[in-house]
């Protein structure tokens, strides 16, 4: 629960300013998907694609030296984070078909309203102290790196340094 918090502040905050507006990418974001652990860094139609690399990379001093900083001098900025985190549960209005599906996917992975509640929770007991948590185990993360684009692009962003896989090779 409060993990989805810190990962609501990075992407609405840092990754937006870093990544979007600075870097020029049409979109940047990270997610972490509850039901594996996995989070990831996505970003899209990136002109600078070393940068936002390094942007992903300086996460955890960013959470550390900036973000913690930030929220202990102004408990308030967390207020948003939350509200954005719950809205992601609790979401829009679905059409039939979309409840079915959800109701289906939450059967599956054994999503009942117990533990939506229990996540509920986590959220609005959100901390600083979980910013800290979130940053250590991202510190320790064994990260993978993929980047789609075209050949063009990667050379211009020095792919001579990165392993080119093509996709369109039939051998592959």
């Not at 967390?78 to 829009?92: E, N, W």
Request: hydrophobic share 40%; proline share 3%.
């Amino acid at each position: 629960g409060a993990a989805s918090v810190v990962e609501h502040y990075i992407k609405e905050g840092y990754l937006w300013d870093t990544v979007r507006v600075i870097g020029g990418a049409y979109g940047g974001f990270c997610q972490l998907d509850g039901n594996d652990g996995f989070f990831t860094f996505v970003s899209y139609r990136d002109p600078n694609v070393r940068k936002t690399l390094a942007a992903y990379d300086d996460t955890v001093s960013v959470i550390r030296d900036k973000i913690v900083k930030d929220l202990r001098d102004d408990p308030a900025l967390l207020t948003p984070a939350i509200i954005g985190s719950v809205g992601s549960l609790d979401g829009k209005v679905l059409r039939p078909v979309d409840k079915g599906w959800v109701s289906l996917n939450r059967y599956l992975v054994g999503k009942g309203p117990e533990e939506r509640q229990k996540w509920r929770k986590e959220v609005l007991a959100a901390s600083v102290e979980d910013f800290e948590e979130f940053a250590k185990r991202l510190e320790g993360w064994n990260a993978s790196v993929a980047v789609v684009s075209s050949g063009a692009a990667l050379e211009a962003e020095g792919g001579d340094q990165m392993t080119l896989l093509d996709l369109n090779d039939d051998s592959l």
